[in-house]
């Protein structure tokens, strides 16, 4: 029964060179034809996917505080309608801290947005510039302040390990950004993805990636600081305080099912994984002849399932629960972990154990993709 929606708007007026999203540029966007499949896409999802009520939605993107406040209203009342909230529903909305978004907060507020999650990324305007964004350091501090006056909660990204970028540097705008008091911070290293921009400049020798012990002593301190000024890390760049960490994120990580709609939306719903056209033409275009934008649509093995829920779930610090995962998948916990490894980790100080509970410690986050691929069988990775 999914518990959580996802609603992608693939629209940004500009496209950054770091990012591999599904967003694109244009110059008008038809809000009626997005608004009537979005709105088919969500009954469809219903339709299928149970009434349980809703404990999160989330508008993510593109940049979907670029939409019409009527019509992520429209949105919402259509949600409410089919599915029903739970008491305490959160909402988030991602958006550009701009003057031309943050005008929008106040509306976006009565709509029903309770929270949202501001791609701030840098604190210098040359590094704002070299990301591509299209805010300076002033503009996006004075959305952010808006943000703090419209909404309940409040998060912003940051990324750091940036070339050049030096321990110092990153620590001193790392403190800056504690002290604008959010309750959630998602600190981010810059990672070069394949088919980006930055891609093809690495390539050129445009740049240099700044190199892995650099990335680590970031990291280290990233977690030191975060925790120190009460928002320690929850994932592995996520950091909140207790009791505001991102509900629809954690439906992610705790391998719960949503529903996505809109174009490039994946979902999990019934043991089957979805995923919506990701060109916004190809996905109204689907609407001629179905009620739905899916291209794919495909049962999920157990393994496959069982998998994703380990790499995922270790991401966390509450880590996972072999005998509740082993009991949801009709598997031996002994199929899910390689338990004398899990031991020797324990051991080193990279793995906790407590019960049939197992994470990673602080220690070991830093290698996480490397202790997963010992921990977990081979035979689940693979998959």
């Not at 008091?181 to 740049?207: A, C, N, W």
């Not at 391998?255 to 089957?272: F, K, M, Q, S, T």
Request: glycine share 8%.
């Amino acid at each position: 029964m999914a518990r959580a929606l996802y609603i992608h708007w693939p629209f940004c007026l500009a496209k950054c060179p770091y990012c591999d999203f599904n967003s694109h540029v244009r110059d008008r966007v038809d809000n009626g034809a997005m608004e009537a499949a979005m709105l088919a896409d969500m009954r469809h999802e219903h339709a299928l996917a149970g009434s349980e009520p809703l404990h999160s939605i989330f508008f993510g993107g593109g940049t979907p505080s670029l939409m019409p406040p009527a019509l992520v209203e429209r949105l919402l009342r259509e949600a409410q309608d089919l599915w029903g909230f739970a008491p305490g529903i959160e909402i988030t909305l991602e958006g550009n801290p701009s003057s031309i978004e943050a005008a929008n907060y106040a509306a976006l507020a009565s709509c029903g947005i309770n929270r949202v999650s501001l791609g701030l990324q840098a604190l210098d305007n040359e590094t704002l510039r070299f990301l591509g964004r299209l805010h300076d350091v002033s503009e996006g501090l004075k959305a952010l302040e808006v943000a703090q006056a419209q909404f309940a909660r409040v998060s912003f990204d940051l990324i750091y390990a940036r070339p050049g970028q030096t321990l110092e540097q990153w620590d001193a705008e790392l403190e800056r950004a504690l002290g604008f008091g959010t309750g959630h911070l998602s600190l981010y290293q810059l990672t070069i993805e394949p088919g980006t921009k930055f891609e093809t400049m690495v390539r050129k020798g445009d740049f240099t990636p700044l190199d892995e012990d650099a990335c680590a002593d970031m990291f280290a301190l990233t977690r030191e600081r975060t925790a120190a000024a009460g928002l320690p890390a929850y994932e592995i760049s996520n950091h909140a305080r207790p009791g505001e960490e991102s509900r629809h994120n954690l439906t992610y990580w705790r391998y719960e099912d949503y529903c996505g709609i809109g174009p490039g939306a994946h979902g999990r719903r019934a043991n089957a994984a979805t995923v919506r056209h990701r060109k916004p033409e190809n996905w109204l275009n689907a609407f001629a002849s179905a009620d739905h934008g899916i291209v794919e649509e495909r049962a999920l093995a157990v393994p496959e399932q069982t998998s994703e829920a380990m790499l995922m779930g270790l991401r966390l610090r509450e880590g996972i629960d072999l005998a509740h995962l082993a009991q949801r998948f009709g598997l031996p916990a002994s199929a899910l972990c390689h338990a004398d490894k899990a031991t020797f980790y324990e051991r080193q100080g990279l793995v906790w154990q407590d019960g049939s509970r197992m994470g990673v410690t602080e220690a070991g986050m830093p290698l996480l993709d490397g202790l997963l691929a010992e921990i977990v069988p081979e035979d689940l990775v693979a998959v």
